[in-house]
Structures are given as structure tokens and as C-alpha cells.
């Protein structure tokens, strides 16, 4: 049901309980406790870390491609480090080109068939 703005009345609605009133009318001002501060504050600096840990470091993007055995795959990677982001994508990339744990090892031994990074 939609009420048009002449049926509805702001002196309608419930009044501020009382209990929460000061003698002048206006809500009880608590002040916060020791904990509650920490914690907000704590929560806060948490907050602007993860801001800072995502937007304000250097990245890297890396594509690498790996032949094994007849099998290719290419992965893209970001990374704070330019190695990391090439060995993690080479890794990634052998673990969807090779079975079990030997193969695994012979293909991290193994050069990518190409790689291509840029800084972001």
C-alpha cells in the first residue's frame, strides 16, 4: 500500500522512548568504553593493511607457457616479484600438463616454452 505524501504524517510515528531522554530531551551521550575504542581502532588499522597489502604494492603479470611430453598449457600470473609470478604460473602450468608426482618434477625441471611479463 503506498501512502501519498499528504496522508502521511511525521507526528504519526512512535516518539523517542523516553528511557533514552535526558531531562533536556535530547539521547543520553555514553562514552565509549576502553575496549569497545581499542577495538574499533584495532578494526581500522586491520582495514587500511589490507588496503595497503592490495593496492599499494608493485605487480607483476606473467604468462607462461609449458610444453611437456606433447602437452601445452599457458597460465597467467600476478605477483609482487617478477621470479614469483614466473615460477608460480610455470608450476601451475605443469601441474595441469603432467600425472603424478614424477612427471611433476621432470616438468618443473623443464625451461617454459615462453614467458611474458609486464609491470602493472
Known amino acids: 500500500m503506498r501512502h501519498s505524501p499528504a496522508t502521511f504524517s511525521v507526528d504519526k510515528l512512535p ?5 533514552l531522554k535526558t531531562q533536556e530531551g535530547f539521547p ?13 581502532l584495532l578494526a581500522v588499522f586491520l582495514l587500511g593493511l589490507i588496503l595497503y597489502q592490495t593496492f599499494g604494492l608493485e605487480q607483476y603479470e606473467c604468462e607462461v607457457c609449458v610444453d611437456f611430453e606433447g602437452r601445452n598449457k599457458c597460465l597467467t600470473v600476478q605477483a609482487e616479484e617478477e621470479a614469483l609470478a614466473t615460477a608460480t604460473a610455470k608450476d601451475n602450468a605443469c601441474s595441469y600438463v603432467t600425472n603424478g608426482r614424477a612427471e611433476t618434477f621432470r616438468c618443473s ?9 609486464k609491470r602493472l
Do not use: D, N
Request: proline fraction near 22%.
Open 28 to 40: 543520553i551521550a555514553r562514552p565509549i568504553s576502553k575496549p569497545a575504542l581499542v577495538g574499533i
Open 109 to 117: 625441471q623443464t625451461p617454459p616454452a615462453s614467458t611474458r611479463c
Open 15 to 19: 516518539p523517542f522512548p523516553q528511557f
